[in-house]
């Protein structure tokens, strides 16, 4: 017998488990640029006690709730102060509400570097080696970061690719003279343009993968700064896929990977300089320990020199 398969939606927020209610399930987060945040204002801390009618207990399945609701309206009651709000959403597919998370967790994590260095640093998230990243790379780089005077260079959760080399030329190549422009204005440019002179850090961790792995071993071989973060688990190895005659197929590794003196990042992978551990803790309250030690370490190094 072969069952259809069944696809749960989603709401673009999160809810708070901490504590069970005997009626209703309290939000702890609602994801920006979703019709309950910009719409209904939705707000940390209230209750959502029905679903599509299903009044929600301390024992309701709210996943079942979800199920093959794709794409449909989802009607939710919220209790807000004293009274009962009626909230009209469309059902979110997975890769929709991964698309709010990352975007969100990107977007805090530049608010909180600008923050806490005061305008000084910029940063750059890089989800995967790609052209297409690459592009992303180049666009929020001198677009939102050439007037910074350092970068931190994320990689934490890169899934791979094969751009290292890109951005390791970009950030090795160092100024030969200055050019100006009467039609932009007078002021010296430095030249090759696309280079990235000043200092940098970089943030890896145990969810960076492949190519995500590969560019923060060969920045710390060039000494170009420091790596913070969390040893990455050595997935480097390229592979090849083949497709076999009853249809199916496999993948059987083609190309390795190695530092100068021999050692294999397959199995090692990158090691940071230095190393920090998120607890579930810090997970839960986006407490990102990894990246204010990068934003500490850059701000002394520009004090510093060193």
Do not use: C
């Not at 209230?46 to 996943?63: M, V």
């Not at 280079?195 to 890896?204: H, T």
């Not at 986006?286 to 004090?303: F, G, P, V």
């Amino acid at each position: 017998v072969v069952y259809p398969s069944r696809s749960q939606a989603y709401l673009g927020l999160e809810f708070d488990y901490a504590e069970r209610l005997p009626e209703g399930v309290r939000v702890r987060y609602v994801y920006p640029g979703t019709r309950l945040s910009y719409f209904y204002h939705l707000l940390p801390g209230e209750i959502i006690t029905q679903i599509d009618g299903h009044r929600i207990t301390s024992r309701s399945p709210l996943d079942s709730l979800l199920i093959d609701k794709i794409g449909k309206p989802i009607r939710l009651s919220v209790h807000r102060d004293s009274t009962t709000v009626e909230m009209i959403v469309p059902g979110l597919t997975w890769s929709q509400v991964r698309n709010l998370w990352y975007e969100d967790r990107v977007n805090l994590s530049t608010q909180q570097v600008n923050e806490l260095s005061g305008g000084r640093l910029g940063y750059v998230h890089i989800p995967s080696m790609g052209e297409e990243n690459w592009t992303e790379f180049i666009r929020d780089l001198f677009r939102d970061n050439a007037d910074k005077e350092a970068l931190i260079i994320d990689v934490r959760g890169n899934t791979g690719g094969r751009i290292h080399d890109q951005i390791i030329s970009l950030l090795i190549k160092t100024p030969y003279g200055y050019s100006t422009s009467r039609r932009y204005s007078r002021e010296k440019r430095y030249e090759p343009s696309r280079i990235w002179a000043k200092p940098s850090i970089v943030l890896v961790d145990e969810h960076s993968f492949s190519d995500g792995e590969i560019f923060p071993i060969i920045y710390q071989e060039l000494k170009l700064g420091k790596v913070v973060g969390f040893p990455s688990s050595g997935a480097v190895i390229g592979t090849w896929e083949y497709d076999l005659i009853d249809g199916s197929s496999m993948r059987m590794p083609s190309t390795g990977w190695y530092k100068l003196d021999g050692t294999n990042m397959e199995g090692t992978g990158a090691q940071p300089d230095i190393v920090i551990e998120h607890t579930p803790n810090d997970l839960v309250k986006r407490n990102d320990l990894q990246l204010q030690r990068a934003i500490t370490e850059l701000l002394r190094e520009l004090e510093t020199g060193e």
